[in-house]
């Protein structure tokens, strides 16, 4: 689990911005992407983001004055709408990892109607459609130049 | 040093896999050299819980991001549009998405019928054996009767429309423009020991099932079977030249980081579009102190991509995401030139079914769609699954500024000068792609679609790498002659989508292997007087 490299603040502070991208929804039956099993995922996933995610949290903790976990929720919301204006990419990256795990967990997968297995072997069922449609562009003539 | 070979292969993709199976035939020793390794079924990301997450780690597109020890890196800072590849056995065929036109009649005779650009030494009718020697060989699934080509009949019956494809086709009826059901080198039979496509709707990143013919599975078990060897972890840093100026073999560092020579009668480059520039211009000698085989200054120069254009938007019910293979539909309405236009040439449009889960909201995200908080999960489930578009791919015209040439600081991990990229896109291509985004948009409107979003160039959309060692038959305007062989170094071919004159407005796969095919016919039928 500690492959992240990030401090204690940082592990925090990145928890809090989770659970403020994603909260929890009530209406639709799916955790915040601060919980627990969403968010030890998104721990052991930042790999080939490591790095980004790290100088976003130090920019995060920059524009806050301090710990952005330790705000209080109003102030919390301001620094988080002044970041994602000038997050830039290492922003994008901590998103996109954030997205990665949350998107994958079973409960998520569930309340969006997707089964939560990969997708070999079993495959998925595509219908053949109304191959008719194709009757006026099979009656065109050849449409490809010709040269000599 | 090792055993001389009659003919040494350097890259084991589209190219050299076909030129090998070809030339297998002939009973010579054959050996291929190939930086990377074999990928087992059970490595792709299709097997497991995480196959959004691996197109973003260890089965990204882009080798910078993959950066695999078998990747090199690309400095690509210079170019709005960044090379995407695969490199090991089945080279970038392990991650193409299995789209199989072939170019058209007129895409050779640029130059005759346009007056830009120059017509290729061949032709649409020399190769037409080839296309369809290589239609089995790869095992292509489609319709015969397209008006947009030449009669021809693939092997496989069409993949199936789905949802989307029934909606675009409507859409496409409805605006009276041409549409058809795509060659695919998906199997969508049982084919010659593959398994049929079940859906798995994650081609690109490599097919667990073994539906989509990469060239690992398709080209390579018979060529080894007839004899040719495949030595894989083997990075090949120049090719060398001896007193006669004839190719003699090349370095390269073997799976143990150990440096090699490999003596070899005949070299063969298929290292496609910036590995062949790249492995060129390494190799430098007295006789060719601007790399190999480049008197005429051309190696690395007249890179050219397909700029896409993507337009996509969101429909009202749920279609079928990234079940199935993405890409299914091709138009080609806007392919052959039309002077009503503000631009030559055209593209093809190619129609894309739908993505994945996750694949939705990291795009949807990077866009501005998703809100952050409550509504974001009210605002994701309108798109997931809803969403249907279409890129342009636009013909690129050769330009000598765009080019591949060697990153003074780069390097790879064995220590060899990485490739660096210097490419704009042209105004004339700038306008065609406005011209495909404005149709696209009109196509999705007619599909019902809203919420229209337009992605162009694909930043991560240089995966169609051409025309950096030209054919012609003149050697002071190209590379290698009219069947492959370098002007300078008589001993020398390549194979690859390097020797493209221009580009087409189509994916090259089909054409690049047809090519590869007919070179090792050439070689084949001129064997006992090859380096007159
Ligand atoms: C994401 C993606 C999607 C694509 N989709 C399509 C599609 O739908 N349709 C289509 O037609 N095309 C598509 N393509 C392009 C297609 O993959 C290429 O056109 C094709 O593979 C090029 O063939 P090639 O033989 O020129 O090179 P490659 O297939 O790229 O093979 C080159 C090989 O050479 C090896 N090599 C390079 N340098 C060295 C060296 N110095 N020593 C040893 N080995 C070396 C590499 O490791 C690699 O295995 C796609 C590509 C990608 C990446
Ligand atoms: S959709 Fe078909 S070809 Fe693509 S990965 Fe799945 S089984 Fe393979």
């Given at each position: 689990?500690?492959?992240?490299?990030?401090?204690?603040?940082?592990?925090?502070?990145?928890?809090?911005?989770?659970?403020?991208?994603?909260?929890?929804?009530?209406?639709?039956?799916?955790?915040?992407?601060?919980?627990?099993?969403?968010?030890?995922?998104?721990?052991?996933?930042?790999?080939?983001?490591?790095?980004?995610?790290?100088?976003?949290?130090?920019?995060?903790?920059?524009?806050?004055?301090?710990?952005?976990?330790?705000?209080?929720?109003?102030?919390?919301?301001?620094?988080?709408?002044?970041?994602?204006?000038?997050?830039?990419?290492?922003?994008?990256?901590?998103?996109?990892?954030?997205?990665?795990?949350?998107?994958r967990d079973d409960r998520v997968m569930r309340s969006l109607g997707q089964e939560a297995r990969p997708p070999f072997p079993k495959g998925h069922v595509v219908e053949q459609g109304d191959w008719s449609l194709l009757d006026p562009v099979r009656a065109r003539p050849p449409m490809y130049r010709t040269v000599d | 040093m090792l055993d001389k070979v009659d003919a040494l292969i350097v890259g084991s993709g589209a190219s050299g896999a076909a030129v090998a199976w070809s030339l297998a035939d002939t009973r010579m020793r054959i050996v291929c050299l190939e930086q990377g390794d074999w990928v087992k079924p059970t490595d792709y990301p299709s097997n497991g819980r995480d196959w959004e997450a691996r197109l973003f780690s260890d089965f990204a597109i882009n080798p910078n991001r993959r950066a695999r020890p078998t990747d090199y890196p690309i400095n690509d800072a210079n170019s709005p549009i960044k090379v995407v590849n695969f490199n090991g056995v089945?080279?970038?065929?392990?991650?193409?998405?299995?789209?199989?036109?072939?170019?058209?009649?007129?895409?050779?005779?640029?130059?005759?019928?346009?007056g830009v650009a120059d017509d290729w030494p061949i032709d649409y009718a020399t190769l037409e054996p080839y296309f369809a020697e290589n239609d089995r060989m790869m095992g292509v699934s489609g319709l015969a009767g397209d008006p947009a080509y030449p009669p021809h009949q693939p092997p496989m019956p069409p993949l199936p429309l789905g949802k989307s494809g029934a909606r675009f086709g409507k859409a496409m009826n409805q605006l009276g423009w041409h549409w058809w059901p795509s060659d695919s080198t998906i199997a969508t039979t049982d084919y010659e020991g593959r398994a049929r496509c079940i859906n798995l709707g994650h081609c690109t990143p490599g097919c667990a099932q073994g539906a989509k013919a990469s060239t690992d599975i398709t080209y390579w078990p018979h060529a080894?079977?007839?004899?040719?060897?495949?030595?894989?972890?083997?990075?090949?840093?120049?090719?060398?030249?001896?007193?006669?100026?004839?190719?003699?073999?090349?370095?390269?560092?073997?799976?143990?980081?150990?440096?090699?020579?490999?003596?070899?009668?005949?070299?063969?480059?298929?290292?496609?579009?910036?590995?062949?520039?790249?492995?060129?211009?390494?190799?430098?000698?007295?006789?060719?102190?601007?790399?190999?085989?480049?008197?005429?200054?051309?190696?690395?120069?007249?890179?050219?991509?397909?700029?896409?254009?993507?337009?996509?938007?969101?429909?009202?019910?749920?279609?079928?995401?990234?079940?199935?293979?993405?890409?299914?539909?091709?138009?080609?309405?806007?392919?052959?030139?039309?002077?009503?236009?503000?631009?030559?040439?055209?593209?093809?449009?190619?129609?894309?079914?739908?993505?994945?889960?996750?694949?939705?909201?990291?795009?949807?995200?990077?866009?501005?769609?998703?809100?952050?908080?409550?509504?974001?999960?009210?605002?994701?489930?309108?798109?997931?699954?809803?969403?249907?578009?279409?890129?342009?791919?636009?013909?690129?015209?050769?330009?000598?500024?765009?080019?591949?040439?060697?990153?003074?600081?780069?390097?790879?991990?064995?220590?060899?000068?990485?490739p660096k990229l210097d490419y704009t896109i042209s105004a004339n291509s700038l306008k065609m792609m406005d011209h495909g985004i404005a149709r696209a948009k009109e196509v999705l409107t007619a599909a019902g679609a809203s919420n229209i979003a337009v992605e162009s160039p694909i930043l991560n959309g240089g995966w169609h790498l051409l025309g950096t060692a030209r054919m012609g038959t003149d050697p002071e305007r190209s590379v290698v002659n009219e069947w492959g062989r370098c002007h300078d170094v008589k001993n020398l071919f390549i194979v690859d989508g390097s020797i493209w004159v221009t580009s087409g407005g189509v994916n090259p796969t089909s054409t690049i292997q047809a090519l590869a095919l007919y070179i090792a016919d050439s070689i084949k039928q001129r064997l006992a007087n090859l380096f007159d």
């Open positions: 689990m500690q492959n992240h490299d990030l401090s204690a603040d940082q592990v925090r502070d990145l928890r809090a911005l989770a659970g403020m991208i994603i909260p929890p929804s009530a209406a639709y039956d799916v955790p915040g992407a601060d919980d627990e099993k969403i968010f030890n995922d998104i721990l052991r996933s930042l790999e080939r983001d490591r790095d980004d995610i790290r100088r976003a949290l130090s920019h995060l903790a920059a524009i806050g004055g301090c710990a952005f976990a330790d705000l209080e929720a109003e102030r919390r919301t301001e620094v988080a709408a002044a970041f994602r204006e000038v997050g830039g990419a290492p922003l994008a990256a901590l998103v996109r990892v954030v997205l990665l795990c949350y998107y | 089945g080279g970038s065929t392990i991650m193409y998405t299995a789209h199989f036109p072939r170019m058209h009649p007129s895409d050779f005779r640029v130059r005759t019928l346009d080894i079977r007839a004899g040719v060897e495949l030595r894989t972890m083997c990075r090949v840093r120049e090719v060398t030249v001896d007193a006669h100026g004839m190719a003699s073999g090349v370095i390269y560092y073997d799976a143990e980081g150990k440096e090699q020579f490999q003596p070899a009668e005949v070299v063969i480059l298929a290292c496609n579009g910036v590995g062949t520039p790249r492995l060129m211009l390494n190799s430098v000698s007295a006789k060719f102190p601007n790399g190999i085989a480049n008197s005429s200054g051309l190696v690395g120069k007249n890179l050219m991509f397909h700029p896409y254009a993507l337009t996509y938007g969101y429909v009202d019910e749920p279609l079928d995401g990234n079940h199935g293979p993405p890409l299914c539909l091709w138009s080609q309405q806007f392919y052959e030139t039309d002077p009503g236009r503000d631009f030559v040439r055209g593209y093809t449009f190619q129609f894309g079914r739908g993505v994945g889960a996750i694949m939705e909201a990291i795009v949807s995200a990077n866009a501005g769609r998703l809100p952050w908080g409550e509504e974001h999960h009210g605002a994701y489930r309108k798109l997931v699954n809803r969403r249907i578009g279409l890129s342009a791919i636009c013909e690129d015209l050769p330009d000598e500024h765009n080019r591949v040439t060697l990153d003074p600081d780069l390097k790879d991990s064995s220590g060899i000068p990485a």
